[in-house]
Structure formats: C-alpha cells, structure tokens
C-alpha cells in the first residue's frame, strides 16, 4: 500500500511545467517502472480526477489538484486572517481556542491557541472529534444538513458523560443553535470541559468553520459566560469579515 502511494506521488510528480503531457510508456520510461503497472496506477490517478486522459491516450493533471490546491489556500488564508483575533479572545479569557473544519462527520482542527493559564486540553492541529460532541462541530452541523446526515450515518457513541447519542435531542440542540448564533458542549467530549462555539462564513455566507473557547466547566459557566458568548460571536464575526462576508 505505501509503495503504491509513493510510486502514484512519483508519476503526479513527472508532468511540469515543461512536459504537462505525458503517456504511459514515457512515464514508465522516467520512472524506470514496467509499463503493466505505470498504467494501472495512472487510469486509477485518472479515476479520482488526479489525472486526465485525452483522445490521444496521453495525460495531464487533473482538477482534482485544482481543488485540493484551493483547499489547502483556503486553510492557509484562514489561519493568518483569525490568528490575531483568536489571540485576541484567549488574552480576555482564560482558555483555549480552535477553529475547526468538517471532514467526513469529524471537525478537524485547524488552529489551536492557549493562554498561559489555560488548563492542558488534548488536541493539536490536525486532530479530530466527533463533530456531534464538540461546540465547533455542532456549529457546522446547524447549518449544514448533508453534515448532519453524514454524521448520523457514522453512529453517535459517547465520548464524555453529557454526550448527546440520541439524534431527536441532537437535532433539537442543533435548532436552538441557529435559533441563538452559538453552540455550547458541556462535558460532551471531555470530561470537565465546556466549549461554546460560533460560525465562520464564506464571503457567500455559507457557514464554512467556526471557532471555540474552551475552558474548565467552572470556569466557563462563570460570571463570565455571557461576556464569553458575545466574544465567541464577535470573534467569529470579526474573522468573516476578513474572510469576505459582508453582512447585509
């Protein structure tokens, strides 16, 4: 399975700048790979979209690339516009935040900032949660039902002691998210942790990320909590904006 990933990394790697199209036996040729098995991986590259075929049996780079390319621009584009807003919240409160983006019923976090009394939270950049017992996750489950039914058709399973396995309750505490701009997890994904989350919109106004503040239950359920709420909103808004959205 590696040496297949590795062998399909090394034929995308043949088409340049100067050759953007090749065929089967000049790609084996380059490769020193026997022609058999050059062309079983580039027709499966080429059914994935990571290649594409022409009439004349040769091949080019394909949109998939594209679209990966645009996905990573777009995380990149992210990242530096909410850093210093995110820094922002995290010097106002005691906590940590993240933004997180859905991939296949998960929130994949891709930003993590802590303040320095913040109590250790086990994640990092790149880590995943069920998006269903996390705030960032129920956010980008409110407003988008193809998530939602993606992430029923995983199955819902406890996590912490609060975590919400029924899909009715599910999808009643996901109306009362659109119904007031925020989503809370108290003790749903971690025990003894309370995260309240807002939306991040495309310039289009597609709900697209949306980012956290996480704190000990105590803490977060304070004389603080509603300042907290309105600085989560205002943060997530405040990175829209940069991102685009103009509010009308």
Not at 134 to 161: C, D, F, H
Not at 191 to 220: D, E, R, W
């Amino acid at each position: 399975m590696i040496e297949s990933v590795k062998k399909a990394c090394s034929i995308i790697s043949c088409f340049t700048s100067e050759e953007p199209v090749l065929g089967n036996t000049e790609i084996a040729k380059k490769l020193g790979m026997n022609p058999g098995t050059t062309h079983h991986l580039v027709t499966t590259l080429c059914n994935e979209g990571v290649l594409i075929r022409d009439h004349n049996r040769r091949y080019r780079l394909g949109w998939k690339l594209l679209e990966w390319n645009n996905n990573v621009m777009f995380q990149q584009d992210i990242y530096d516009k909410a850093i210093p807003l995110v820094k922002e919240l995290i010097h106002r409160f005691v906590g940590t935040a993240h933004i997180g983006m859905f991939d296949k019923g998960e929130v994949v976090f891709v930003l993590k900032v802590s303040s320095q009394e913040a109590s250790p939270i086990h994640t990092y950049i790149g880590s995943r949660k069920p998006a269903y017992a996390t705030s960032t996750g129920k956010v980008l489950l409110s407003y988008n039902s193809a998530y939602l039914q993606e992430t029923i058709s995983r199955g819902l399973s406890m996590q912490a002691p609060n975590t919400i396995t029924d899909i009715n309750k599910l999808k009643k505490d996901l109306e009362m998210v659109r119904k007031v701009g925020y989503s809370v997890s108290n003790n749903e994904n971690s025990t003894g942790t309370y995260g309240i989350a807002a939306p991040i919109l495309s310039y289009s106004g597609k709900t697209i990320a949306a980012v956290n503040l996480v704190g000990p239950v105590s803490y977060m359920q304070g004389s603080n909590r509603s300042m907290i709420i309105q600085s989560v909103i205002n943060t997530a808004q405040s990175i829209s904006q940069e991102l685009g959205y103009i509010e009308v």
